[in-house]
């Protein structure tokens, strides 16, 4: 099973097709698959679905036209990039330096590996 | 759209209450899991949503109308139980579908072909000669072919290989997006059909122990983990479901809305905060009685 029970299903759904967004498989203008066959094709309740797709139409990642579908914002993948970087610290680099301190890596050998790593 | 009203229902047999004050409403055309224990009173709840059993006491309104004794009522209920117990099983596979398909108003003939033939049953075969799943499967079929505004199915995978499950389940969504309707279902098997709901009822002991937005409950569970003292401090105020200790580590199932301010604090106070599933969140809601 792709979903998971842990936490919202829409959530999990929102999530999946951001990521698809961000890395390019969903281009702006695209359309994206239909809510009912989102649902067949996942085993999903159709209504959790159009809870998911609703709230990305909210956050102006998709856009709908009438009697035709859904499809990519032009503008989604540089608003999710946005959003994504603003929790970026948060959620990634105190993190990393919070662990980074508890096995005694000093923040110069941190920093040393980040420049390598970027001038790679 | 139908609507379904239960109102502080009891049923008692002899000395043993099955059902006690339980009230709920239902409508938008849910598919919604019906989750208990073993004698947690569904097949009992469900017989009676059916019109199958009178109620001890409180009532069932079908779109305002009781289903007990009241044929109106009761046609817009199909009720499909365990492997099919409700059909004749004297009687061919043929026969019985033709029966049913003379009881129901939206019946769709050639959809419960397509379906029989899905799950391979034998027409020609009588009911008592097939397997528990093939019989499963007919009931299935039963159910779905019905149309019925209110679709019940309790227990209905009983002896169906995994295979045929996902048939079932996928027939349903595929069914109920052509044909919008109420589905109730009863099930042991909750990880493998919880992403279907979008309602959840929990019975417990006879009693309604919750009805939730399945995404909800998910949600609401949350497992709080870390030094004993500091996983103290923090549960005052959230519902403990059930806690264990290894040492000074200590791990609190927690249920109850855990708002951003209560998620800062966990981090603050370095303890792990994690989701827990909604089967574990059953089991955890469920477990208090002595069965």
């Known amino acids: 099973m792709v979903f998971d029970d842990r936490s919202p299903i829409y959530r999990q759904i929102a999530e999946r097709i951001e990521n698809e967004v961000l890395s390019g498989a969903l281009a702006g203008d695209e359309q994206v698959m239909s809510t009912n066959k989102y649902a067949a094709f996942h085993r999903i309740n159709p209504a959790t679905v159009n809870k998911a797709f609703q709230q990305l139409v909210d956050d102006g990642i998709l856009y709908k036209r009438r009697g035709i579908g859904m499809f990519v914002s032009p503008k989604a993948r540089e608003t999710l990039r946005a959003r994504r970087r603003k929790t970026f610290f948060a959620d990634v680099v105190e993190p990393m330096v919070a662990r980074a301190k508890a096995i005694g890596i000093e923040l110069p050998e941190l920093v040393a590996r980040i420049n390598e790593l970027g001038e790679e | ?291």
């Open chain 2, 1 to 291: 759209m139908t609507d379904i009203e239960v109102t502080n229902l009891g049923k008692r047999f002899g000395a043993t209450e099955a059902l006690r004050d339980v009230s709920f409403s239902l409508s938008g055309n849910k598919i919604c899991g019906l989750l208990g224990r073993n004698g947690a009173g569904k097949t009992t709840l469900l017989s009676i949503l059916a019109g199958y059993k009178r109620p001890s006491t409180g009532a069932v309104l079908i779109d305002g109308e009781p289903v007990f004794e009241h044929a109106a009522g009761m046609a817009r209920t199909c009720l499909v139980r365990g492997a099919g117990d409700a059909t004749v099983p004297t009687r061919s596979v043929r026969d019985v579908i033709d029966l049913a398909g003379r009881l129901r108003a939206g019946w769709d003939d050639e959809y419960a072909g397509e379906l029989l033939e899905s799950f391979e049953v034998p027409r020609d075969k009588k009911v008592k000669a097939l397997s528990q799943g093939k019989r499963s499967a007919l009931g299935i079929t039963i159910g779905l072919a019905s149309r019925a505004p209110v679709t019940i199915f309790d227990e209905s995978y009983l002896g169906l290989d995994a295979p045929s499950r996902y048939t079932f389940y996928d027939a349903l969504l595929a069914d109920v997006l052509a044909h919008p309707r109420t589905v109730i279902i009863s099930t042991h098997l909750i990880e493998e059909v919880a992403t279907l709901f979008e309602d959840v009822l929990i019975l417990d002991d006879g009693r309604l122990l919750l009805h939730e937005d399945a995404d909800t409950l998910r949600e609401a569970g949350a497992a709080v983990s870390g030094d004993a003292e500091l996983v103290d401090s923090f549960t005052p105020g959230l519902r403990v479901l059930g806690e264990k200790t290894l040492g000074r580590a200590k791990s609190a199932t927690v249920y109850g809305p855990l708002d951003d301010e209560r998620r800062a604090r966990a981090r603050a106070a370095g303890l792990d905060l994690d989701p827990i599933a909604l089967q574990d969140l059953f089991v955890h809601l469920t477990s208090g009685g002595s069965r």
